[in-house]
């Protein structure tokens, strides 16, 4: 059986094709760019393609993400919170704590063996809490987003961004290339910025290994130091972090189906 997990997030969205619910067939992902109905039918196309499938062939759809009530063809939907805990644990068994950084907020939760969310906590008060930091500090240091984690481990003093707005914060920037603070001690203080908020919320939920980070910067080498150095723990990030919440969307679909096939007289949505 063949279910689909699409993640229509605000800045990209992400895609993931299961087989059982076990193994992945196909994976793709692009910028929203404030389309996410569409973006997630490209995506669908792109993963039946490389599974070799018609889009037909997926019996089940479950969406997530901040759009996800908005894709009409889903058979479920689901809470990015639920679908990134059981994605993580899905990419790495022996996570308890999950990070995730994502383009609006930032979240940290502790899971289940199974991936079930046990308590989280959220940030969406500010940018400045999450991934879209990144992007408009690169957008204004004129570094293009590609490079910033390399330029900033070169960093020997970063030069932390004390300000909890964004705005403060692009104005602290500011300040600093003024006063020529070397430009990867800027880049890596972004990071530590972005980690210590992370942090708060780790702490509140209760940090226990093993560590996951997913979401968009799951494979910024600079993040995952950021947040290593601001908790003194150790960080997983799986190559396939950022599709975490597909993978737990499509695992759920899988499973919503098992239920009501185990049901007498009951039949999955079609």
């Not at 969205?13 to 994976?27: N, P, W």
């Not at 950084?101 to 308590?119: D, K, L």
């Not at 997983?236 to 599709?243: I, K, L, Y």
Request: hydrophobic share 45%; charged share 20%.
């Amino acid at each position: 059986m063949i279910t689909c997990g699409l993640d229509l997030g605000s800045g990209t969205t992400k895609g993931v094709l299961l087989e059982d619910g076990q193994r992945i067939l196909a994976s793709a992902f692009a910028p929203t760019r404030g389309a996410p109905v569409e973006r997630g039918r490209q995506i669908l196309e792109l993963m039946a393609e490389e599974a070799n499938i018609l889009p037909g062939d997926v019996e089940y759809l479950c969406t997530t993400g901040a759009a996800r009530y908005a894709f009409l063809d889903r058979n479920l939907q689901v809470s990015d919170i639920t679908a990134s805990g059981r994605g993580a644990v899905f990419l790495a068994p022996g996570t308890r704590h999950v990070v995730d950084i994502g383009s609006q907020s930032s979240r940290a939760m502790s899971v289940s063996e199974t991936g079930r969310v046990i308590r989280f906590k959220m940030n969406e008060k500010c940018a400045a809490g999450a991934g879209r930091f990144v992007d408009r500090c690169a957008k204004y240091l004129q570094v293009p987003l590609e490079e910033m984690a390399p330029k900033a481990l070169a960093s020997a003093q970063p030069k932390i961004i004390s300000s909890v707005c964004a705005v403060l914060a692009e104005t602290e920037i500011i300040n600093n290339v003024a006063e020529e603070v070397p430009l990867p001690d800027i880049l890596m203080g972004v990071f530590l910025s972005l980690a210590q908020r992370a942090y708060i919320l780790m702490r509140y939920v209760g940090i226990q290994p093993e560590v996951a980070l997913v979401g968009g910067l799951v494979k910024s080498e600079a993040m995952v130091r950021a947040l290593e150095r601001t908790g003194k723990i150790s960080i997983s990030a799986h190559p396939m972090g950022q599709h975490a919440a597909a993978i737990g969307a499509a695992m759920l679909g899988y499973s919503r189906v098992q239920k009501l096939s185990s049901r007498p007289g009951r039949l999955p949505a079609a």
